[in-house]
């Protein structure tokens, strides 16, 4: 592993190309759900669900991120398909959406009662928050090791530029995902 070099010259080399790419792929994302805004008005409960959806994929990469680029550093991590601790991260990462996705449905929904907007059933709004999240959680976790990989055989530090890469991808994966979902479950 190579020593990093903490300038702001050697930061700034690493990270402007990566920023650079990332606000192409999150304008994407912008067009994206500018193509469901029909839906959207429509089933308010949807609405709701699109920034929490996006923003809990985003922190479910993050926290596996965050895991993955300490294993790094301590030299506990091998990308090996066997490696227990990769693995180990990767499920408790879907675990943890299978357990934060019901709630997110729930909550959407209850605040889509509460400010008259719901037009979909409780089951309907937790079954796309759920099938939404479980997937996301999956895709975080294909993403967040193939970051981090990337990283490492670039001799670029995970810590600075595995989160940016992870969190908007998981913007524009979270947009296109739940409404893949929507189109399945409502049609």
Request: hydrophobic share 60%; charged share 10%.
């Amino acid at each position: 592993m190579a020593t990093t070099d903490w300038t702001v010259r050697a930061i700034t080399r690493a990270m402007l190309p990566v920023l650079l790419v990332l606000t192409v792929i999150e304008i994407g994302s912008g067009l994206v759900l500018g193509t469901f805004e029909g839906d959207l008005l429509r089933y308010p409960s949807l609405l709701i669900l699109v920034p929490v959806t996006i923003g809990t994929a985003g922190n479910l990469g993050s926290i596996l991120a965050a895991r993955l680029s300490t294993a790094f550093h301590l030299g506990t991590l091998s990308f090996a398909p066997d490696d227990d601790m990769l693995a180990g991260n990767a499920l408790a990462t879907v675990a943890l959406a299978l357990t934060v996705f019901p709630i997110i449905g729930v909550g959407a929904w209850g605040l889509a009662v509460v400010t008259g907007g719901a037009r979909l059933t409780a089951g309907t709004v937790v079954l796309v928050a759920v099938s939404s999240g479980a997937i996301l959680a999956v895709l975080a976790v294909v993403v967040t090791a193939i970051a981090t990989y990337a990283a490492y055989r670039r001799g670029l530090d995970p810590d600075d530029v595995v989160i940016p890469v992870v969190t908007n991808t998981c913007d524009v994966l979270g947009v296109v995902v739940l409404f893949a979902v929507v189109r399945i479950v409502i049609g």
